[in-house]
């Protein structure tokens, strides 16, 4: 009896131990699989929830510097290459374009966001199903950037090692990406001014 308990123990104590590391293997592993389709370009669904605002949920495709964000509901598109941004409000049917250096904040660049998720913080593994990781992530001491969030939550799937979907909540609104995907192609992320030939121009640009 006193070696089967023994065997227990030791058995549970290399489970426990293999459950610490797993959090850092994750993330190396989910890294490395990201970065394989840095050249594809990545499709993500980023949902925002604001306070007394409500919730905006936006496709987004990019491909090296250019990206494409499309409003769930339609009626807003917006492209950047870098250095400029052309924006349709579907509603209204105008076209504005501006410099990319003011709009910075409202860049959304796939590639940025989905590589070195958690670079910055400190990853623990929370839970496990048959099919995915729950990691948490806490902002390091060391991460004096402030606007990284103070925590996130991470789901990575077990068969891919794709992020599943990344949460966080800065201020007063919470950030949800999910159904990450990849194959973009160059037309997908290029502003075509020929798809918009009624529109009213408005040209910020100076």
């Given amino acids: 009896m006193k070696k089967v ?42 949902d925002i929830k604001i306070l007394l605002v409500g ?15 499309r409003l769930a509901d339609g009626g807003t598109v917006t492209w950047g290459d870098g250095e400029t941004t052309w924006t349709y409000d579907a509603n209204k049917n105008e076209l504005t374009i501006d410099n990319a250096s003011k709009n910075a904040g409202a860049e959304s660049n796939a590639d940025d966001m989905l590589s070195g998720i958690t670079k ?36 990575v799937d077990k068969a891919t090692y794709y ?16 159904d990450v995907s990849f194959g973009v192609t160059e037309d997908q992320v290029t ?5 918009y030939p009624t529109a009213k121009i408005i040209d910020k640009r100076q």
């Fill in 5 to 46: 308990l023994l065997m227990a123990v030791t058995a549970l104590m290399s489970v426990t131990t293999l459950f610490a590391q797993s959090a850092e293997e994750i993330v190396s592993r989910m890294d490395a699989e990201m970065e394989k389709h840095n050249s594809e370009g990545f499709i993500m669904t980023m």
């Fill in 55 to 69: 919730n905006i949920s936006t496709q987004i495709m990019s491909l090296g510097d250019k990206y494409c964000g």
């Fill in 120 to 155: 910055g913080y400190d990853v623990k593994l929370k839970s496990e199903t048959d099919n995915a990781w729950y990691l948490k992530c806490k902002k390091s001491k060391d991460n004096k950037s402030k606007d990284d969030p103070k925590k996130m939550n991470l789901v």
């Fill in 163 to 178: 992020p599943i979907s990344l949460s966080s909540k800065v201020a007063i609104a919470s950030v949800t990406i999910h």
């Fill in 191 to 195: 502003f075509n001014p020929d798809a």
